[in-house]
């Protein structure tokens, strides 16, 4: 009889024991495969500063030249642990560019003069494009981690799909659409931090306005976008 027990006791034992380690190996498949297959797509919003590089003689920037960018970045992980790849995405940003070059039309022709600070009380250049950004991407995250340290660097092209020049003097406003502002504007970015903050930086390889384009003066204005502020990640 007590062997009969002892039988019947390993026994259960032993399909307890199977069915517990059965039990355990599926859960650990269901994990491994959950995170061999996360992601870190990503919603962004941007504020930053416009710094306008190579200007002119005797041009200056006053007011406050700014971005904002929104949009969503699809990640395509290339290791096993899934902490670095490449991002593509799609997004829009709104730019201004406050200076004391003053634009205006007439008969179809943009003439740019330098303007002093007692003619005008705002003038800048305006746009509103399409982006597409592409990243190499570097970051400390895991399936469950969301806060974690991140370096994305890459380029982005934007279709300007609107540029305009704006003057704002004591007697009025003058604005027309600018067909010397760019339609294609690309350039290098960056960005680094922890978490939700992180600094974004942007230099741009190629002028705001077509090339060829002078002031009254004969000057070249060949000036580039160097654009810094802090991008928000949100999963």
């Not at 599926?26 to 297959?37: A, F, G, L, P, T």
């Not at 990243?135 to 609107?162: C, H, M, N, P, Q």
């Not at 705001?208 to 003066?217: K, M």
Request: with cysteine.
């Amino acid at each position: 009889m007590l062997v009969n027990i002892l039988k019947f006791s390993l026994c259960s034992a032993f399909l307890i024991h199977c069915t517990i380690g059965n039990a355990q190996a599926e859960m650990d498949s269901v994990i491994y495969k959950s995170s061999s297959r996360y992601l870190e797509d990503q919603f962004y919003v941007g504020l930053g500063y416009n710094i306008l590089l190579n200007r002119p003689t005797n041009i200056f920037q006053r007011n406050l030249s700014y971005n904002l960018q929104l949009g969503f970045i699809k990640d395509f992980p290339l290791n096993a642990r899934r902490n670095f790849g490449i991002g593509l995405g799609l997004g829009y940003a709104a730019n201004s560019y406050y200076s004391n070059i003053g634009a205006s039309e007439a008969n179809n022709i943009i003439t740019y003069q330098v303007l002093s600070a007692s003619d005008f009380e705002r003038s800048k250049f305006e746009t509103h494009a399409i982006e597409i950004p592409f990243e190499l991407r570097w970051r400390t995250s895991t399936i469950d981690e969301y806060k974690f340290w991140r370096i994305y660097a890459g380029a982005k092209i934007g279709y300007v799909f609107s540029g305009r020049s704006r003057v704002v003097t004591e007697s009025g406003s003058n604005a027309f659409s600018n067909e010397d502002i760019q339609d294609f504007q690309y350039g290098l970015l960056l960005s680094f931090g922890y978490n939700t903050w992180n600094i974004h930086a942007y230099y741009a390889l190629n002028p705001l306005l077509q090339n060829g384009t002078n002031l009254e003066n004969g000057d070249v204005i060949d000036m580039r976008v160097l654009r810094v502020g802090i991008i928000f990640y949100i999963l």
